[in-house]
């Protein structure tokens, strides 16, 4: 069983599980949201998640484990996103943060705007072995730490037009880094 590829213009609706070996998997549900329904799992078994949605909903799990990195990329160009407590269009809530593992997170990527974190628990970030990284590169993007502090392993924030922290920000084992004019 290799990895898979699932495109889709309006969404993808997780039903099953779905296990894959020895490739990546991409998961493209353009302009629409991406669910993973109680109690199921995407599991690539070590090897990476890729994922693009207007939106996420874990209520399963997603499992990049033994090695496997996963990185979300914004459907729409200069979508918002809310991280933890923060609202925004792309949305994970810190419970559905730690229905996550995999050794490197990434939230943002080419399309990703405005991109706000708030609380962030430390039981929310636990499953990320390796670094998180928070990407806002859209044109004039910021990622905004707000609201609540958050707790990271190891943390990336990246920013087209800066990095503004409000709250405090740490990180619980490893680095810190931050990048307010990403290109």
Same mark, same amino acid.
């Given at each position: 069983?290799?990895?898979? !590829?699932?495109?889709?213009? &309006?969404?993808?609706?997780?039903? @099953?599980?779905?296990? !894959?070996?020895?490739? /990546?998997?991409?998961?493209?549900?353009?302009?629409?949201?991406?669910?993973?329904?109680?109690?199921?799992?995407? #599991?690539?078994?070590?090897?990476?998640? @890729?994922?693009? $949605?207007? /939106?996420?909903?874990? @209520?399963?799990?997603?499992?990049?484990?033994?090695?496997?990195?996963?990185?979300? /990329?914004? &459907?729409?160009?200069?979508? !918002?996103?809310?991280?933890?407590? $923060?609202?925004?269009?792309? #949305?994970?809530?810190?419970?559905?943060?730690?229905?996550?593992?995999?050794?490197?997170?990434?939230? &943002?990527?080419?399309?990703?705007?405005?991109?706000?974190?708030?609380?962030?628990?430390?039981?929310?970030? @636990?499953?990320? /072995?390796?670094?998180?990284?928070?990407?806002?590169?859209?044109?004039?993007?910021?990622?905004?730490?707000?609201?609540?502090?958050? !707790?990271?392993?190891?943390?990336? $924030?990246?920013?087209?037009?800066?990095?503004?922290?409000?709250?405090?920000?740490?990180?619980?084992?490893?680095?810190?880094?931050?990048? &307010?004019?990403?290109?």
């Amino acid at each position: 069983n290799k990895g898979i !590829t699932v495109q889709a213009g &309006g969404g993808i609706i997780v039903f @099953q599980h779905i296990n !894959t070996y020895d490739s /990546d998997s991409l998961f493209n549900a353009g302009a629409g949201p991406l669910t993973i329904h109680t109690p199921r799992i995407i #599991n690539t078994h070590g090897n990476l998640i @890729q994922i693009t $949605a207007e /939106d996420i909903t874990i @209520q399963g799990f997603l499992d990049a484990s033994g090695g496997g990195a996963i990185s979300i /990329d914004c &459907g729409v160009p200069g979508q !918002t996103v809310g991280l933890g407590d $923060a609202a925004g269009k792309l #949305n994970l809530e810190g419970g559905e943060i730690e229905k996550i593992t995999a050794t490197g997170l990434t939230i &943002g990527e080419q399309n990703c705007g405005q991109t706000t974190v708030s609380n962030i628990l430390n039981a929310h970030s @636990q499953n990320i /072995d390796g670094i998180m990284t928070i990407a806002a590169r859209y044109d004039d993007a910021q990622v905004v730490f707000d609201g609540a502090p958050s !707790t990271f392993n190891e943390l990336s $924030a990246v920013g087209d037009n800066g990095v503004i922290v409000n709250v405090p920000v740490t990180t619980d084992s490893r680095g810190f880094y931050l990048d &307010g004019d990403a290109e």
